[in-house]
């Protein structure tokens, strides 16, 4: 039997594969292109293992049939994950190196998802994006031919431009990663950035030295010496990652992380949007976490310049913030106590308050 793939046409398809990388929202037309060349129904790209519903491309005709999938639960039993150990041996599997013939025909997965859609057979090319094994899955409908031998070896072709457009998008997220991560690490701001899977993709130096016996990282994941503190992060992290709503309790209520003899630390986790495909991304979350035995320092330099303050005006100002009355003022910088007392009218003044909390409150918002 003639094969119904194009290879002209499918030439042309793959250059897309390229520029899909570069202007991820080419992606669509892409396999779309793909699709007409491979005699197919419709094309998607999905996680071999650990499919989550924002993570996935298809063209547009299977986007009802992907609400079902995710919907219904078919993505935890599809029969056709039975042939990843042959699409990781050899690159690619065809329907008949998994499914018989009565298979197609008596299989929940066939019978009662597929056929619902009128689609049946398929094939899955396997490639990489970092440590994630991906497929590019070819669909077929219930009257079309299945794949066979000849066309397996013509889209096994394919596997070494999937595996570079997926590497190229994955790079330049991480550039962009680390130059989040620098700007986290100027502005004092401890960070760590997860992949889909929860686990740590990079974090900044900042966020490194607060690791220590009670906070620290095994096997890629952040944990705490409490178990049930990290079991809160998980979920923290699990519902932020499913994009739940930002009113869940999971995904508004931050996680504290407690240690001995130092004030604990607080995570708060946000995922990271911008690209249309999430199973291509170096990481999918950021979490910020503060540090509450830091004291936030004010800086002198700015508030004498947004308040026309004395260097010891902006010394007392200082004081103040951190916590010592206008009497211990006195005793730090050897003043007598109405001197003292003075320099904080003079704040008062100069800051357009009314009484000392008002100043403290306004001076709280200036800080490095």
């Not at 590019?136 to 794949?147: A, E, G, K, V, Y």
């Not at 003292?340 to 704040?347: D, E, F, S």
């Amino acid at each position: 039997m003639a094969t119904r793939i194009d290879i002209s046409e499918l030439e042309k398809a793959m250059d897309g594969l390229l520029e899909s990388a570069l202007a991820p929202e080419k992606w669509t037309g892409t396999l779309e292109a793909i699709s007409r060349a491979t005699g197919s129904a419709g094309a998607h790209i999905l996680p071999a293992v650990g499919k989550f519903s924002p993570g996935f491309l298809t063209t547009p005709n299977l986007l009802e049939a992907f609400g079902v999938y995710f919907a219904e639960g078919w993505y935890k039993r599809d029969f056709r994950e039975r042939g990843l150990p042959v699409a990781l041996a050899k690159g690619i599997i065809i329907e008949h190196d998994i499914a018989s013939e009565e298979e197609f025909r008596r299989h929940e997965f066939y019978t009662e998802f597929l056929a619902r859609f009128g689609l049946r057979y398929s094939a899955m090319i396997a490639f990489t994006s970092g440590d994630t094994l991906l497929t590019l899955n070819l669909q077929r409908r219930i009257d079309d031919p299945p794949f066979d031998r000849e066309e397996e070896r013509i889209l096994l072709s394919m596997q070494s431009k999937l595996t570079a457009s997926a590497e190229i998008i994955r790079s330049l997220q991480a550039a962009k990663i680390d130059g989040m991560s620098e700007a986290f690490e100027l502005s004092g701001t401890a960070a760590v950035f997860f992949d889909r899977t929860g686990h740590v993709s990079h974090l900044n130096n900042r966020a490194e030295r607060l690791l220590n016996g009670d906070i620290r990282i095994v096997d890629r994941e952040l944990v705490s010496a409490s178990q049930e503190e990290t079991g809160l992060l998980r979920r923290h992290l699990k519902a932020v990652l499913a994009g739940d709503p930002f009113l869940s309790p999971a995904v508004s209520t931050p996680v504290l992380f407690s240690r001995a003899g130092k004030a604990p630390l607080i995570i708060r986790a946000q995922a990271l949007r911008g690209l249309p495909a999430d199973i291509f991304a170096h990481s999918r979350a950021v979490a910020i976490i503060t540090d509450l035995s830091e004291r936030a320092r004010t800086d002198g330099d700015l508030l004498r310049r947004l308040f026309a303050l004395t260097p010891q005006e902006a010394t007392v100002a200082r004081l103040l913030m951190e916590g010592s009355s206008p009497r211990e003022i006195a005793e730090i910088c050897g003043l007598s106590y109405e001197t003292a007392r003075g320099y904080v009218k003079k704040l008062l003044a100069k800051t357009g308050t009314q009484r000392q909390s008002q100043l403290i409150s306004l001076l709280s918002a200036v800080k490095i």
